[in-house]
């Protein structure tokens, strides 16, 4: 019996747990994955030929404007239009002597209405004989209205201070006085006078980009036919 306990309490080799991977066949080594590659951008769509017409013509607008900034100096010095700067200095003083006057003395109210209505009646009528010459300078200028009555990139800075100026003037004074009496609330129509002056100038001695030569009736026909 003591013989058999040994025999199965004898010591039994010991297992130990596999410790190392099994290599691939053939001993390659194990590879490392690749990240997949990202999608390609998407290409940008060509521009159609007619929006490249419409950049192209803005680009040569803006720079015909660039050119056309320097006539500006010269123009201020030539003293061009002192007659129309002079009429609208003119008209403005009479207007505020016949406002105050009307302020201070009742009977000469009467006057100062007669003085706003012929104001407004010149003032009329230099604005469409401006707009007559301006519409005969179209044919070969552009010309839009912002710039025609602001001068804007049209007339030098000393002009735009004289004729704006002027009629800044006539808008304070019929603003300060029309809640006196009714009478002085027509001061409200003599700027009239200074926007006449402003777009005579401009008509006569503005400063204007040359306008495009239109197309002919060959050049229409192809460009009706390409489409």
């Known amino acids: 019996m003591s013989s058999r306990k040994r025999g199965r309490t004898g010591a039994q080799p010991s ?14 080594q194990p590879t490392a994955t690749k ?65 105050l006057a009307a302020a201070a003395v009742p009977s000469a109210r009467i006057v100062a209405v007669l003085v706003d209505l012929a104001l407004l009646l010149a003032g009329s009528g230099l604005y469409l004989l401006g707009w007559g010459v301006a519409a005969g300078r179209s044919r070969e200028s552009q010309i839009s209205l912002w710039n025609l009555i602001l001068l804007e990139d049209a007339a030098p ?16 004074v019929a603003g300060a006085t029309c809640w006196i009496t009714a009478a002085l609330a027509f001061g409200w129509l003599v700027p ?28 229409k026909g192809s460009r009706g036919r390409r489409r």
Request: aromatic residues 4%; charged residues 20%.
């Open 15 to 28: 297992r130990s747990p596999a410790t190392t991977a099994k290599a691939p066949a053939g001993g390659a």
């Open 35 to 99: 990240p997949a590659p990202k999608p390609a951008a998407k290409p940008r769509r060509a521009m159609p030929a007619g929006a490249e017409a419409v950049r192209a013509e803005r680009q040569e607008r803006l720079a015909r404007r660039v050119e056309i900034s320097p006539a500006l100096a010269i123009a201020g010095d030539s003293g061009q239009g002192r007659g129309i700067i002079l009429s609208a200095w003119i008209g403005t003083a009479v207007f505020i002597v016949t406002t």
């Open 157 to 172: 800075n000393r002009v735009r201070a004289h004729l704006l100026g002027a009629t800044a003037v006539q808008v304070l």
């Open 192 to 219: 009239m006078w200074g926007v006449a002056h402003c777009e005579l100038w401009g008509a006569r001695y503005g400063v204007f980009a040359a306008r495009e030569p239109s197309p002919t009736r060959g050049q």
